[in-house]
DNA sequence: GACTATATGGAGGGATCTCTCCGGTTAGCA
DNA sequence: TGCTAACCGGAGAGATCCCTCCATATAGTC
C-alpha cells in the first residue's frame, strides 16, 4: 500500500489535496468495478463534486488511478497464490484459489479487463505485476498438475483465460440475479482424467 | 435471405443505392466481425468512401444494420440446431453444436455481443430470433442430458454463457497467434459424472 | 436528349470525452 | 493576522460520434 499522503517527490500534500485525493480515489474505485476502465474522468469528477482539473492533477493518465485504485487487489492475487505454494494439497489449493478469484474479479469489471488486455490499460506503471501475477499463478498450477489433480495440458495462459471468462458470465448471471454454473463445469473440466485429448 | 434488391416497400432500388448498400453491407460485417457493434457509422462511410447520409438512409439504426448484416448467421445457428434434434448420439450433437458455434462466433465479435447481451443492440427488430435460439439449444441440451451425456444442472442460459464465453477467450487466443484449451476444459466439465455438485 | 423521381455527399448542430491552462481560493506558516 | 505556495474549478480547444437536412447529381424512362 502506498502512502496516500505523499506524493511521489516525496512532499507531504495539502490537507484539502489529500482529502479530494482520497474522494476521487474511492469514487474511482466504485466506478471501475462498476462500469470498468472506460468510465471518463468527467464522470469521475461530477461524481465526487470537483473540477475535472482536480482530477488530472492528481491521476495525469488513467493507468495513474488504475494503480492507486485497483493494482493492489492484483498484489494481494499475488500474495495469496505464493502463500499457497506449498499447501498440502496442491490441487485444493489451486482451484481453491481459481474459485477465490473468479469472486472478486465478478464484482470488478475494470480487473477482469485490465487482467485479459496484453493490450490494455492496467500494468503500464508497473510492468512486473502482471509477469508476477502469472509466475506466481503458474507455480500453483505446476504444482497441482505434478499431483494429477488438474489436467496437464493446461498453462498458465489458459488460467487466466479461464478466470476472466469465468468472472465475466458470473458478473453477468449475478445481474440477472443467479450464478452461473460455468465455474463448477470449468472446474470438473480441469480436473477430470486425462484421456480423449486432441 | 431477404431480397437486398427491394426496399421494405417492394420498390426495386436503383442501380447506384443497390450497389452502395452492398458496399455497405459488406463493409459492416468486417467491421462488425472485428470491432463489434460499437463500430461507428462514420467509420463505416468512411471505409466504403460514401457519405455518412448514405449508410443512414439504407439502415436507419444500428439494430438494421445488424439485422441485414448478421442476423442470418443466427437463424443458421437455429437451423442447425433443429437439424440435430433427432441424431442418434444426442450428446455428441450437443458437443458438436456448441464447438461449431463457438468456431463462428470467435470469428465474430458482434455476433458475441448480441448474443450476450439481453440489453443490447441486436435483436430489436426481430425479437422472437433470440428466443428461437434459446429453444432449439434448450431441446439439444434436454435430450443430451436424458441420454446422461451432460450434467443435468445445466440450463440453456449456462449454455449461452458458455458459448460466449468459450468464443471470447478463443478469439483472444488467435489474437496471439494460438488456441485457447477453455473449450476442451468445458466440454470435459460439461460431460463429466454427476458427483461433487453442490 | 430531356425530364423527374431517386439517391448522394457532407455540412452542421448537439452531445460526450480528453486534456490544458489560468484566474481565483485557501491551507499552513511566520 | 497576513503572506504565499499550493490547490481548485471549470472554461475551452480539439477530437469523435450521432443523426438530419437539403442542394446537387444521376439512373431510368419517355
Do not use: K, W
Not at 489529500?18 to 480515489?25: I, K, P, T, Y
Not at 505464493?82 to 475494470?110: C, E, H, S, Y
Not at 497441482?144 to 465475466?168: E, P, Y
Request: hydrophobic share 45%.
Amino acid at each position: 500500500m502506498v502512502d496516500e499522503s505523499a506524493v511521489p517527490g516525496g512532499r507531504r500534500l495539502r490537507a484539502d489535496a489529500r482529502r479530494n485525493r482520497e474522494l476521487v480515489v474511492a469514487a474511482a474505485r466504485t466506478a471501475f468495478a462498476e462500469d470498468g476502465l472506460a468510465i471518463s474522468f468527467d464522470e469521475i469528477a461530477r461524481r465526487v463534486g470537483v473540477g475535472v482539473g482536480t482530477v488530472y492533477r492528481h491521476f495525469p493518465t488513467r493507468e495513474a488511478l488504475f494503480e492507486a485504485v485497483l493494482l493492489d487487489r492484483v498484489r494481494q492475487f499475488v500474495a495469496d497464490a505464493v502463500a499457497l505454494a506449498d499447501a498440502d494439497d496442491p490441487g485444493r489449493a489451486f482451484l481453491g484459489f481459481v474459485t477465490a478469484v473468479i469472486d472478486q474479479l465478478a464484482l470488478n469489471q475494470a480487473l477482469c479487463e485490465a487482467l485479459e488486455a496484453s493490450a490494455g490499460v492496467g500494468f503500464e506503471t508497473a510492468p512486473t505485476v502482471e509477469r508476477d501475477f502469472l509466475d506466481a499463478v503458474g507455480t500453483l498450477l505446476r504444482r497441482a498438475q505434478q499431483a494429477g489433480a488438474i489436467r496437464s495440458d493446461l498453462d498458465v495462459v489458459d488460467v487466466r483465460d479461464i478466470l476472466v471468462a469465468c468472472a465475466t458470465a458470473q458478473r453477468r448471471a449475478s445481474r440477472r440475479g443467479g450464478t452461473s454454473r460455468l465455474v463448477a463445469v470449468v472446474c470438473e473440466g480441469m480436473t477430470s482424467a486425462e484421456d480423449a485429448r486432441s
